[in-house]
């Protein structure tokens, strides 16, 4: 199969090299961490081809004597060269019953530059500080992005690829399959199916996989709608799903911690407080969404939206729903001393529809750049103040 070069990725594990942390690559399932791994490897081997570099994969028959930690951790040590810069890669390290263990005891001997992939499910970050006693370096991997997604296919046509690309989604594993229905097969079978109905339940030990797949089929069919604990419980009761609210949020934490989604929470503009009530959830990838549940009842505005918020957080944003009295800005994006705000419909062509977006925007009264992101097929332009760019050219740019 296919690879391209990930530079942002990389790049940020170069940043890293030789520091004291155990640097953890995390991610939904088929999101190319390996691949990552691998190609960070390559990097250190051209770079300083006298360095020891140790690589595990756990899912290879050739390192199956390897899945419990202490034979593991007798492993690692044998291969260490005492005069050379010694570099540990474990992929999939979840494999290994007791891992955090091996893990943990090598990292204490400060001779190791320590690098892990494991499944999205068995090393949450919400895990991490738990199971490893070191300060973790976390690198999160997203499925392709468009810019990605042009290199991946050497495209360099936005207008005619995008609407491609808004269908396929960013799980590169799929891109090998000849038909629509092929690559959706691959994304229900290897993603979802195997995150959902295999690693949750496992992990979790979920007696009740019914109920988890009817949670995640009504968060699919209501991304980027407001929802809550509260009324997902009440609709699954009104389907004769008996359930308590308690269960059902325990369930979407989960669904949240294995990257299926992202949750995305409210904030009051007027009283400047986050809203512990309605929030959005938005698909690591909205291929996902199509595999599952076809096109039927297609919303590009819902579609266009996901693809948005999951740029601004590959961007490094940190992203929440706006509340504006009784108005809604799909996006706050915040990093460092810059916000945007931000709407995304699906396109721009109706005065109602260009009133309807622009309104809650001119209602904000602080100097922060504004813009609407939509399908427009022309270049960027501006309408009191607001700048409106075409969503193909906003993903490609820099």
């Known amino acids: 199969m296919r690879t391209i070069k990930r530079k942002d990725y990389l790049n940020r594990l170069i940043n890293v090299m030789n520091t004291p942390d155990i640097k953890v690559i995390t991610g939904i399932r088929r999101s190319g961490k390996s691949v990552l791994l ?12 006298a360095a020891n570099v140790i690589m595990i994969n756990l899912q290879d028959l050739a390192h199956e004597d390897l899945l419990e930690y202490h034979a593991l951790n007798d492993y690692v040590l044998f291969h260490y060269v005492k005069s050379k810069h010694n ?52 690198i999160e991997v997203y499925p ?49 199916q195997t995150i959902v109905t295999r690693d949750l339940v496992t992990k979790y030990k979920i007696r009740n996989k019914e109920l988890l797949e009817s949670l995640t089929a009504y968060m699919l069919d209501n991304g980027s709608n407001l929802i809550n604990s509260n009324s997902v419980t009440n609709y699954l009761n009104s389907k004769h799903v008996k359930v308590t609210v308690k269960t059902i949020s325990r369930y979407m934490d989960y669904l949240c911690n294995a990257f299926v989604f992202y949750k995305a929470s409210r904030y009051d ?30 919303n590009y505005g819902r579609v266009y939206e996901n693809i948005v918020y999951l740029e601004l957080l590959r961007r490094g944003y940190s992203v929440y729903i706006g509340k504006l009295y009784q108005k809604e800005i799909d996006f706050i994006a915040e990093k460092w001393d810059e916000k945007l705000y931000i709407q995304v419909p699906s396109y721009m062509e109706d005065e109602k529809v260009i009133q309807r977006e622009t309104e809650p925007l001119l209602a904000i ?12 097929h022309h270049p960027i332009y501006s309408r009191n103040g607001i700048n409106i760019v075409d969503i193909a050219d906003w993903l490609t740019a820099m």
């Open 365 to 376: 009264k602080d100097a922060y750049p504004k813009m609407i992101i939509a399908r427009t």
């Open 144 to 192: 392709f992005s468009y810019a990605e997604y042009l290199q991946y296919f050497n495209l360099n046509d936005p207008e005619t690829s995008f609407e491609d690309y808004a269908a396929a989604g960013g799980f590169p594993g799929s891109y090998v399959y000849k038909t629509e229905q092929e690559r959706y097969d691959y994304i229900e079978r290897d993603v979802y």
């Open 269 to 298: 503009l007027t009283g400047k407080r986050y809203l512990k009530t309605d929030n959005k959830y938005y698909l690591s990838d909205p291929s996902i969404k199509f595999a599952e549940l076809g096109h039927r009842e297609l």
């Open 87 to 138: 570099y540990l890669f474990i992929d999939e390290v979840q494999l290994c019953e007791g891992f955090e263990r091996t893990i943990n005891s090598l990292h204490s001997k400060q001779i190791f530059d320590i690098y892990v992939t494991g499944s999205n499910a068995f090393l949450l970050s919400s895990d991490l500080a738990t199971l490893f006693t070191g300060r973790v370096y976390t």
């Open 38 to 49: 691998k190609q960070h490897a390559e990097y250190i081997k051209r770079h300083d081809p």
